[in-house]
């Protein structure tokens, strides 16, 4: 029985998924790489009868017909006995060293359900850039985090079997963004975490079809928050009315959680916004995010001194994480010109640079694995 399984789902034939199904091969001897299709036409049978005739760990399925994402997801993960999922698209060439201590850290935390990495992104030709995905997770920040794009992201099998699968985020099997879905759904039972650690290559899809992708993704946004609520509408209810109500401390991740989303139905001019703030902050002191929203918050209403003490007090308490620390400091870069002297600025540019330059530094090593 593998330990891990590595599931890719596609549905457009002119992909060449060979790279991917290659590189997530690689990763281990203890696994196995699930694809499953519903392709038009013969789909990928081919190339997976031919991977399949040379290693036993591959397995494949094409179901002759559109089924979407959500119901071909949900068939790999029925299908497998292994305790972890690995959730990748035909465009990921997995870096096998990040995918085992992303499997590393889940094993060892369970009190997460999910872990995820940095991916690099390259362009249709194949030419890397600096366009990297994957910031450390805020609970509270994931409805407003538009660019919150884990990538290949590590599920604990059971956790998602609990969480109710994949489920479609529209009317019908042409839903997208089921994985975010799942991710709200899991955020509101348990941590997800993230590892600094590149984990894949992934080619970058055209400017029309991302531009199509976000026009789709408010659509979806408005989905998830309306089923979100329905599912947890005892919370909803109570917390709608008011934000500092007590709750039950196994209900505690999913209040945070819905104390943002409805946050986000009025806007950061009303004072209202910040009882949400405080309300989840008093639930969560340990959630970065919320104190990104209060800088918004303060600089939307023009107080931007206490924006200033918003970003000291993330330094002073989450400063020992680079990323969360990198955010604060280009926050306050923000606002320099209001309480920061020449000496001072400089110190912050200079500190932003480095933390910058360590995010990004293995980005020659991770395309040159794969001849990028």
Known sequence: MPELSIQFYADNPDLNIRPAIEAALSVSDDIEVFLTDDANGG?????????????????YHHF?????????????????????????????ILDPDGVLKLLEALKADDSSSAVYGKDLYVDLGGKPGHHVTGQTFSRFMLPYDEAFDPGVMLVRRE???EADLFLETGADENSSEVEKYLYYRLAAMKDIKFINVFTSLRQRRSRQH???ALEKSREVFEFIR?????KWDHLVERLRDEPSAPVKSHDIKAAVLILSLLSTEIGLENPEHLDYLNAAERLDPFDYGILLRKYFFHSVNGDVYSAAEVCSAILEKFGSDPLVRLNALRLK?????FYLNPEEELAVKNEITALENDYFELTGQLAGKFGK
């Open 43 to 59: 789909g990928f049978s081919s190339l997976a009868r031919e991977i399949g005739e040379k290693d036993r760990r591959f397995e």
């Open 226 to 230: 309306e089923e979100m609520f329905s």
């Open 159 to 161: 956790d998602v079997m």
């Open 333 to 337: 870069m923000h606002i320099s010109e």
């Open 64 to 92: 002759g017909k559109p089924v979407g994402e959500a119901a071909a997801r949900n068939f790999a993960l029925k299908n497998t006995d292994a305790d972890y999922v690995l959730v990748a698209w035909p465009e990921d």
């Open 210 to 212: 991302i531009n199509a």
